[in-house]
């Protein structure tokens, strides 16, 4: 008798074609089960197919198989694993915006044959809750030729505005595998004293997207720790426990947007399994696709909007991005929000000063800038916060040097110096 991988395996492989181009749900909210057949059924006995996904916050064993089995690996973003996969050419970038990438794959520029994604059945059977991930997978379940969808019992019940149902999916896996947990890290003082300068910039009765990174660690229990009577609604990416703690504290009341009612709205969720269980069936969150958490025309009409995120380095113009172009990826949602908040309350860019190595995150010019300068308004270090609104290129520089670690400004002034002094020869 066939075991249920085997059988998954053998009607996953009936449905994949060769060239087959397939998306691959998020993060913790990816179809492990589905996924490891893929991987270990299908692909070797199929020729160029071409995997998509935004991989941070899963297994990313996408990231593996490109070479092994001549198939392509394309990454939205990626982790630890993504990244080390691009520098090493075992995959490709796609540094197009989250919002970008729900339009292009509904409107068929970015054709989809097959959507592999995750949920979970509603309480009374009747309905599929995405569980940890929505964003780009209605709009590949829509346009793809088929969807296997893996009904995950461990996974929390969210609630959705639309989603899939058991009766549109070619393949339905039953499984009940725990979903990773994202445990939180300690917050060090630099990431502490950045979460107070961010949080001095929230207005309140705003609503925010908060990011994700090193340089956020410390944003949530400032917001928390803000005057009586401050409050804020979420409207953002990916969810983590500091959503759980900013509920509580009564500061996320929402709602979120004025076609919401909910608190918090997002597109995917990743944390402890206690945040897990806050999160199954609680009416303050809701998930949304990508074409609406991350439409820059919707984002700008819900008033007070502000974007606040972390990046790996930024200019003296205050460009995000990176030194070589394969290394940590600045796409996924950040363009949409970043843009978006810059026309409205405000895009904050937070980072330490430096690394963990002792180089400067600030750096004369970026080779690779992947967000433009037009889309921060603030640069945040534990140095401070630099207002950029209405200033000159000079007059940013100026102030990002401000706010660089003590012991690189003056190397940043001299490089300024001469790259002025370039300009006027």
């Not at 426990?241 to 969720?269: F, I, K, M, N, Y």
Request: charged share 20%; net charge neutral; glycine share 10%.
């Amino acid at each position: 008798m066939p075991s249920l991988h085997s059988d998954i395996s053998a009607r996953l492989l009936s449905l994949v074609r060769d060239g087959d181009r397939l998306f691959i749900g998020t993060g913790a909210g990816e179809p492990r089960t589905l996924l490891r057949s893929l991987i270990e059924d299908v692909l070797p006995q199929r020729k160029d197919i071409e995997l998509v996904q935004v991989s941070v916050g899963g297994s990313e064993a996408i990231t593996t198989v490109g070479r092994r089995h001549g198939h392509r690996v394309r990454l939205v973003a990626g982790g630890r694993l993504g990244n080390a996969a691009l520098t090493a050419g075992d995959a490709e970038l796609m540094p197009a915006s989250m919002g970008t990438l729900a339009r292009m794959i509904a409107d068929g520029s970015l054709p989809v044959s097959g959507a592999l994604v995750a949920g979970v059945r509603s309480a009374d059977g009747s309905e599929v809750s995405p569980g940890l991930s929505l964003d780009l997978g209605p709009a590949a379940a829509h346009a793809a030729r088929f969807r296997a969808l893996e009904l995950n019992a461990a996974l929390p019940r969210t609630r959705a505005a639309t989603w899939l149902r058991e009766s549109d999916c070619e393949l339905v896996a039953e499984t009940d595998e725990p979903p990773p947990t994202m445990e939180r890290g300690t917050v060090n003082e630099a990431q502490r004293a950045i979460g107070v300068h961010v949080a001095r910039l929230v207005p309140s009765g705003s609503t925010v997207e908060l990011g994700v990174g090193q340089g956020l660690k410390g944003v949530a229990a400032a917001l928390a720790g803000r005057e009586t009577g401050f409050r804020i609604g979420l409207h953002t990416g990916l969810i983590t426990d500091d959503v759980r703690d900013l509920v509580e504290a009564g500061v996320v009341t929402g709602p979120a947007c004025r076609t919401r009612q909910a608190s918090v709205v997002a597109t995917v969720a990743c944390g402890s399994a206690d945040f897990y269980r806050w999160l199954s069936d609680n009416p303050a969150v809701q998930l949304v696709d990508s074409s609406e958490a991350h439409q820059a025309r919707h984002l700008m009409n819900i008033g007070q909007f502000m974007a606040i995120n972390s990046a790996s380095q930024i200019d003296l113009l205050g460009q995000v991005g990176s030194r070589t172009r394969s290394a940590a990826v600045v796409g996924g949602g950040l363009p949409d929000f970043a843009t978006a908040g810059a026309h409205s309350a405000g895009s904050v860019i937070a980072l330490e000063s430096r690394t963990r190595h002792g180089t400067s995150r600030i750096v004369p010019r970026l080779p690779f800038p992947q967000l433009h300068a037009s889309s921060v308004t603030h640069v945040v270090t534990e140095y401070g916060a630099a207002a950029l609104r209405g200033a000159t290129a000079t007059e940013r520089a100026e102030r990002i040097i401000a706010v660089a670690h003590p012991a690189d400004r003056d190397r940043l002034r001299a490089a300024l110096a001469e790259a002025d002094r370039y300009q006027e020869v």
